[in-house]
């Protein structure tokens, strides 16, 4: 199952002994105002039928520590014979406006009864807060306006849930789902359904919203969404599904989120029965070690291989570069992948460029080069030319993922890895971080402030928060907190050659010289 070592946990919400309990958590993180924002459903019960408000934490983070405000209630997210469900939130950082979008269900119906029936009672309603969720506006009602007729052929529908996301161009997406209504009176069933996610979006920071198209194929259920940079320059919208049949759903959107591809099943990413609630984030590569190794070398201007390269190495004595050079020579050979720092592009197969590396603007001849082997103290590294064809370099999108780890009950949540998301195939994990009965959870990156002044100042590290369900004989006694780096979660992947439920041997990748 992976390391022994669970990171440190605060229980944030907790069920009342009246029988009052907290499910359905969502995280935001806002890094300008260091503020946290912990959403969560108030039910009198378990029971979907019972919920009844949405309830928020605040906490502030202090360099190793977060202080929590207590809980209270979002008063004004209601609409009046319904109840509030689903929260997912969403920063605009260009208006620091805060949207928190929920779903008002009518009375107690159950979704169960929405999608036998097709009656839909669910609304699309959101509220704001200009000062990072201290006071909340009136509801909105944006049912009408944004699905329209579209709401006939829909049994139900409902968010996220958790939190939603903001694209370099500004456009604010709220991930979602719906039961579409194939047919009405079908083999004597009234309603007949297939699960289908998608997302809303706004491009004038939420003034108006609109519908993006259906995942095509396969069902799927709750979702959430990143928005993945590569590093030849092109960016997907990636969504990642809920589903029913075994294992998660992923689809790409070329056109950040309007239309989606053809949906896949992700083998490595195992589903509960019936498919549970899972979260993803992504963050930077951490190239960090790579500009650090260019930099703290002093490699000629005009090097132009990577046996060049390697010769430097010898005579500064860097003997830790080189033994960090062969891993990740081992990395993207044995496992025909990506060098995850960026170094090594594997799509173009070719080595990007120390000016690259360092995300510099100039440009560099093209000096294409076989494959070569170098012996360094007896280390044998394969190597490609230094050099690459012109083409636009950006710092690729790393995608973590949470969710129970048991393909037979929610228990045991941990977290995945992939440097590469577009590949179904390079997921790596999980490491457990909670041990025992857990379901939901919701992710947020952050940056832990680096160490030292000035030019002695290390990067930021890598961090992450984690929200989840959790408890000793039921996934739903909690909601807890915490945090944890990128290294903890790469030291922490399960050992080499892991037996895969297909009882496959995969091998892990390699991480270990990957900045902290």
Same mark, same amino acid.
């Given at each position: 199952m992976?390391s022994?070592?669970?990171?440190a946990?605060?229980?944030l919400f ?6 009052v309990?907290y ?16 959403f969560?459903?108030?039910r ?8 009844n408000?949405?309830v928020l934490?605040?906490g502030?983070f ?9 809980m209270r209630?979002?008063e004004t ?10 929260p997912?939130?969403i ?10 979008f ?10 169960s ?9 669910a609304?699309l309603?959101y509220?704001t807060s ?10 909105t009602d944006?049912t ?9 052929e ?6 996220g849930?958790?939190?939603?996301i903001?694209?370099?161009?500004g456009?604010?997406l ?5 039961y579409?209504i194939?047919?009405r ?9 297939t699960?289908?996610?998608f ?5 004038d920071?939420?003034?108006?919203w ?16 990143v928005?993945v #940079?590569?590093?030849d320059?092109?960016?997907?919208l990636?969504?990642n ?11 790409m ?5 309007i239309?989606?591809q053809p949906g896949?099943l992700v ?17 930077p590569?951490p190239?960090?070690f790579?500009?650090r190794?260019?930099?703290?070398i002093?490699v000629p ?8 390269l390697?010769?430097v190495l ?7 570069y080189?033994?960090q ?7 993207s050979?044995?496992?025909? !992948?990506?060098?995850?720092?960026g ?6 197969g070719e080595?990007?460029?120390?000016k690259e590396?360092?995300?510099?603007s100039d ?6 080069? !076989?494959?070569?082997?170098?012996m ?16 636009q ?5 790393w995608v973590l993922y ?19 998301p577009r590949?179904a195939d !390079?997921?790596?994990g999980p ?7 857990s379901?939901?959870? #919701?992710?947020?990156y952050?940056?832990? &402030?680096s160490?030292?002044?000035g030019?002695?100042?290390? &990067? &930021?590290?890598?961090a992450f ?11 739903y006694?909690q ?14 992947l399960?050992?080499?050659?892991p037996?895969?439920?297909?009882g496959?041997?995969k091998?892990?990748m390699?991480? #270990?010289c990957v900045?902290s």
């Amino acid at each position: 199952m992976g390391s022994h070592h669970f990171p440190a946990r605060t229980v944030l919400f907790e069920r009342e002994r009246n029988g009052v309990t907290y499910r359905v958590p969502a995280l935001l993180y806002i890094p300008r105002w260091a503020t946290l924002l912990a959403f969560a459903e108030e039910r009198l019960s378990a029971d979907d039928a019972h919920a009844n408000l949405l309830v928020l934490r605040r906490g502030i983070f202090y360099h190793n520590y977060v202080e929590w405000e207590d809980m209270r209630a979002v008063e004004t997210a209601v609409l009046p014979g319904h109840r509030s469900m689903n929260p997912c939130p969403i920063y605009d950082e260009f208006t620091g406006q805060l949207f928190l979008f929920f779903i008002a269900v009518f009375g107690k119906t159950t979704e169960s009864y929405q999608i036998i029936t097709g009656r839909n009672m669910a609304r699309l309603c959101y509220v704001t807060s200009s000062d990072q969720g201290r006071n909340w506006s009136n509801v909105t009602d944006l049912t009408l306006q944004v699905i329209g007729e579209s709401i006939k052929e829909w049994a139900t529908f409902a968010l996220g849930p958790g939190h939603g996301i903001q694209l370099k161009s500004g456009r604010l997406l709220v991930p979602a789902y719906t039961y579409y209504i194939d047919c009405r009176e079908c083999f004597g069933k009234l309603c007949r359904t297939t699960s289908r996610a998608f997302a809303f979006h706004s491009d004038d920071h939420g003034q108006k919203w609109k519908l993006g198209e259906l995942i095509p194929n396969l069902p799927s259920v709750e979702c959430q969404l990143v928005s993945v #940079d590569e590093e030849d320059g092109n960016n997907v919208l990636y969504c990642n599904a809920r589903s029913s049949l075994g294992f998660r759903v992923q689809a790409m959107s070329s056109d950040e989120g309007i239309v989606f591809q053809p949906g896949q099943l992700v083998e490595k990413l195992v589903e509960t029965p019936n498919g549970c609630h899972g979260s993803v984030i992504g963050f930077p590569a951490p190239l960090g070690f790579y500009t650090r190794l260019y930099t703290k070398i002093n490699v000629p201007r005009d090097l132009n291989n990577y046996k060049e390269l390697a010769n430097v190495l010898k005579k500064q004595k860097k003997m830790y570069y080189i033994e960090q050079l062969k891993k990740y020579s081992d990395y993207s050979h044995q496992h025909q !992948s990506r060098i995850d720092s960026g170094l090594y592009n594997k799509h173009r197969g070719e080595i990007l460029s120390r000016k690259e590396v360092c995300n510099s603007s100039d440009q560099l001849p093209s000096t294409p080069e !076989s494959s070569t082997s170098v012996m360094l103290d007896g280390i044998q590294i394969q190597t490609k030319s230094l050099y690459r064809t012109n083409q636009q370099f950006q710092t690729p999108t790393w995608v973590l993922y949470s969710h129970p780890t048991s393909a037979l009950s929610r228990v045991n949540l941990g977290v995945y890895l992939s440097p590469y998301p577009r590949d179904a195939d !390079s997921w790596t994990g999980p490491w457990v971080i909670y041990e025992g009965p857990s379901a939901y959870s #919701d992710l947020a990156y952050m940056e832990l &402030p680096s160490k030292g002044i000035g030019a002695d100042a290390s &990067p &930021p590290v890598i961090a992450f928060a984690c929200l989840y369900e959790n408890g000793l004989v039921s996934p739903y006694e909690q909601i807890s907190f915490s945090i944890f780096t990128l290294y903890e979660v790469i030291q922490s992947l399960p050992p080499n050659q892991p037996v895969s439920h297909q009882g496959q041997k995969k091998q892990k990748m390699k991480w #270990d010289c990957v900045a902290s």
